[in-house]
């Protein structure tokens, strides 16, 4: 791809490959075109996106990831596809490298094909491998199982023109094992799957119709939340719908504590808005335990659901209800085990933001990806916040770290009104020193920083622009900008 360099802020800091911008909450990354972020993992204290990205307007779309450093900054990035529109829609890494699951048009069958692609740390393909027949197929999730086997979900047309929730096993070279699907009324999707303690599999999805976060297929009046359990071979156990008369989908389950299912998704049938977003938690029968929902008088969508290290969960949606323009939000929310809310937060810019993905992080926060229309890169940048357990954004105002001993450097907030914080998280005991340059490059602040330490300081500067500089022994191991109002 051919990115070109960006003027970030007056103080011109430039960083190669790709651009990255930063929101009052959070950063932004791709090229001058369309980019859309689909799934998020963490691996080796590192994240790892998949999505799509465009290089021109006339271009396809292509497989696009990633790699992040603890600090939002780029570590590295892969962008690859063929001729026609690809998508990467899931992503997982472990020690035997990359996996990116999503469609391809290209090299398969005889039309779209559900694919899985492996890459090495370097982002080049060791193998890929493609599921489905002459009709279109799309993999929406998958999980490396017990055995070191890969097990995607999505939809599949094969045995209906429409599609079902397509099921398939894969060896660790990609090689099918069997496959199978479910459904019985227009399109039926599978969205998420997981293994649990027995080797069976719990499928979630929708019956009856529809497909991404931004539109509903009303062909179907009454889509149903979809649950299905099969056998280690993937044979249905039992199937089971829930929701009212309007449209209702899941979009991930997750293991309970104690046992059972939390299930996150959306509905129209209940609720306060057209749709909000709902949590619900089963037993391993399928058996509804509570169903809870969350949302304003507007609409929500759910994406998301983890469970965090301290026991709570973490909610990630797209929210309408909460703007002060009618435009959607980045919306997150921490509940208990029991989905009561413990706190719930926007974020966001003046257009529109839609939440994708979310990761828990070892600090009891977590870190969340979608996209936005408010990027200063391209048409829509993917966008990565990274949230403390409080709802504080962690990610401000960073560039790739100079100095491998430190791995944070939290400045907020971002804007600022006569105080901000800093917080260094590092393995040594260094001395470093802060200091604050205006717009026009004259020095404005001095002040120590004690690393481990969250520190306060109130200042009294004009709104404006500011660059501020972190050194430690003379040397520049952080910089970035800072606003005042």
Not at 41 to 60: C, D, H, L, M, Q
Not at 307 to 334: M, Q
Request: with cysteine; charged share 20%.
């Amino acid at each position: 791809m051919n990115y070109s360099l960006q003027n970030i802020i007056l103080i011109a800091l430039f960083f190669l490959g790709t651009q990255i911008t930063f929101s009052q909450n959070g950063s932004t990354y791709g090229s001058s075109e369309n980019d859309v972020a689909c799934s998020i993992t963490r691996y080796k204290n590192n994240f790892y996106i998949v999505g799509t990205t465009r290089e021109t307007a006339k271009s396809a779309t292509n497989f696009y990831v990633l790699q992040l450093n603890e600090n939002g900054s780029v570590k590295n990035e892969f962008a690859f596809g063929e001729k026609h529109h690809d998508i990467g829609k899931h992503i997982l890494v472990n020690d035997n490298g990359i996996f990116v699951l999503g469609k391809m048009w290209d090299g398969g069958f005889s039309n779209n094909d559900m694919v899985l692609i492996k890459l090495d740390f370097e982002g080049k393909q060791k193998w890929r491998e493609y599921y489905g027949g002459s009709r279109s197929n799309l993999g929406h999730k998958f999980i490396i199982t017990k055995d070191d086997a890969f097990v995607m979900v999505g939809l599949g047309q094969q045995t209906d023109i429409f599609g079902n929730a397509y099921l398939v096993k894969a060896d660790q070279n990609g090689k099918i094992i069997w496959e199978n699907d479910f459904g019985e009324r227009y399109i039926d999707q599978g969205f998420d799957v997981i293994e649990n303690d027995s080797g069976e599999f719990l499928i979630v999805g929708t019956l009856g119709g529809f497909y991404n976060t931004t539109s509903v297929d009303f062909l179907n009046h009454d889509a149903d939340i979809y649950i299905i359990k099969t056998n280690a071979q993937g044979e249905k156990l039992w199937e089971k719908t829930f929701g009212g008369t309007a449209h209702d989908w899941a979009k991930e389950i997750i293991k309970a504590p104690g046992g059972g299912y939390y299930v996150c998704g959306s509905t129209q049938s209940e609720g306060e808005g057209s749709f909000d977003i709902f949590l619900m938690k089963i037993d391993e029968d399928g058996n509804e335990l509570w169903f809870k929902t969350y949302g304003g008088a507007d609409f929500e969508y759910g994406e998301s659901v983890r469970l965090s290290d301290d026991n709570n969960l973490y909610i990630l949606g797209t929210s309408a209800s909460f703007s002060d323009n009618y435009k959607p939000d980045h919306f997150l929310i921490k509940t208990d085990l029991d989905g009561e809310v413990i706190w719930e937060s926007i974020y966001g810019g003046e257009d529109s933001d839609y939440s994708r993905a979310l990761v828990c992080t070892p600090d009891s926060g977590c870190a969340f990806t979608g996209w936005t229309d408010s990027g200063e890169i391209g048409k829509k940048d993917i966008a990565f916040y990274k949230i403390s357990k409080n709802g504080n954004p962690r990610v401000m105002s960073k560039i790739q770290p100079l100095n491998d001993s430190i791995e944070q450097i939290s400045i907020f907030p971002n804007p600022a009104i006569n105080k901000f914080s800093i917080l260094i998280d590092t393995k040594v005991n260094n001395n470093f020193a802060l200091t604050l340059y205006n717009a026009q490059g004259v020095l404005v602040y001095t002040d120590s920083v004690e690393p481990n330490i969250l520190t306060e300081y109130q200042t009294n500067f004009r709104a404006g622009l500011y660059l501020y500089i972190i050194k430690s022994n003379n040397k520049t191991v952080y910089k970035g900008k800072l606003v005042f109002q």
